[in-house]
């Protein structure tokens, strides 16, 4: 049984960091590509950040520069480091497994999701 536990959400002022973790078990988690997606109140779910079993990183244009997703192939977790927060970031953030090795169509897998909140 696949699991995507992810940890780290919480409250933030603007302008302050906050690190996203996601362990996973159930998959062979270096042969999956896998993601950070965010969905706030009223909003589609979007895609923040993807990264492919090779190290291969897209972003979403609102937090490049600020975002950084990276992966640890032995303890089978995958990050988000979140620098520069803004209240635009707020939303319920949910870690991501693909089938493929690089982030390309929709996740199979999803976690339970954390709340991060961004005061300003």
């Known amino acids: 049984q696949v699991q995507l536990v992810e940890s780290g959400g919480g409250l933030v002022q603007a302008g302050g960091s906050l690190r996203l973790s996601c362990a996973a078990s159930?998959?062979?988690?270096?042969?999956?590509?896998m993601g950070w997606y965010r969905q706030a109140p009223g909003k589609q779910r979007e895609l923040v950040a993807g990264?492919?079993?090779?190290?291969?990183?897209k972003y979403a244009d609102s937090v490049r520069g600020r975002f950084t997703i990276s992966r640890d192939n032995v303890k089978n977790t995958v990050y988000l480091q979140m620098n520069n927060v803004k209240p635009d970031d707020t939303a319920v953030y949910y870690c991501a497994g693909y089938r493929w090795t690089v982030v390309a169509g929709n996740p199979i897998y999803w976690g339970q999701g954390t709340q991060v909140t961004v005061s300003s």
């Open positions: 990264i492919s079993s090779g190290g291969g990183i």
């Open positions: 159930g998959i062979i988690f270096s042969a999956n590509a």
